[in-house]
């Protein structure tokens, strides 16, 4: 088993430095950040390299990767350091919570992260670069696709589908069967009962969308501010 480096330095990699340290067996050997954003040299005691720098000092066939970043710009930013990460070739790695109780056919792509406390069904599958907080329920036979963001306490209930890069803000719930657009963003306590459109925003009455598009929402509320 590899050790890893961690990108990203701010509270999100300090959450996965706790996971790493305290609930698996990888060693963090280090963090790295995009060269322009590089502020100090060390976090935890460990080094902190440009990304530039990354397979020069941590080569991928010594070291694996997690993103530890937030869901800015409707999870984008996390998605294209994921790629900009797989093309140098390092192998992204998971963090599954060894007290999740996951169902053994639960399928869960790459740079996923899965908390403790959750409550997720049989036959679920989850895509790559989804972060899972405790508290959410994934009913049976639902599909998240990639790069999307469920809050502590987010519900998603059987057979739902969610597209691409989609937040979900605590004790938001989608009943069941029901699709969701690619990049939607589902505020808090709200209940989705019908299917979305792509980049719809959800925050006040129940599944009547918000006049802005989710990019255009991120733009105006500094939501993704972290």
């Keep these: 088993m590899k050790p890893i480096v961690i990108f990203g330095i701010g509270k ?23 060269d322009e954003f590089l502020n100090s040299e060390t976090k935890y005691q460990k080094p902190v390299v440009k ?11 010594e070291f ?3 993103i530890a970043l937030g869901y800015q710009r409707m999870n984008k930013v996390r998605e294209d350091i994921y790629k900009r990460v797989e093309k140098k070739g390092y192998k992204l790695i998971s963090f599954i919570h060894p007290e999740s109780g996951i169902p053994k056919d639960c399928k869960v792509g790459k740079n996923c992260m899965i908390m403790n406390n959750v409550n997720i069904h049989p036959k679920v599958i989850i895509g790559n670069n989804v972060f899972v907080w405790s508290g959410s329920v994934i009913g049976h036979h639902s599909k998240i696709e990639d790069n999307c963001w469920l809050t502590s306490s987010s519900n998603i209930s059987g057979n739902v589908k969610i597209g691409r890069n989609c937040f979900f803000a605590i004790n938001s719930t989608v009943t069941h069967s ?33 006049r802005l598009n989710s990019k255009q929402f991120i733009r105006m509320t500094n939501f993704d501010i972290i």
């Design 12 to 34: 999100i990699s300090e959450v996965m430095h706790y996971f790493f340290e305290n609930h698996s067996e990888r060693e963090i050997k280090a963090f790295t950040i995009d």
């Design 51 to 61: 990304f530039s720098q990354l397979e020069n000092l941590y080569p991928p066939s």
């Design 64 to 66: 694996d990767v997690f």
């Design 178 to 210: 029901v699709t969701i657009g690619k990049e939607c963003f589902i505020g808090a306590n709200v209940l989705i009962s019908k299917c979305t459109k792509d980049l719809e925003v959800y925050i006040f009455e129940r599944t009547k969308p918000f």
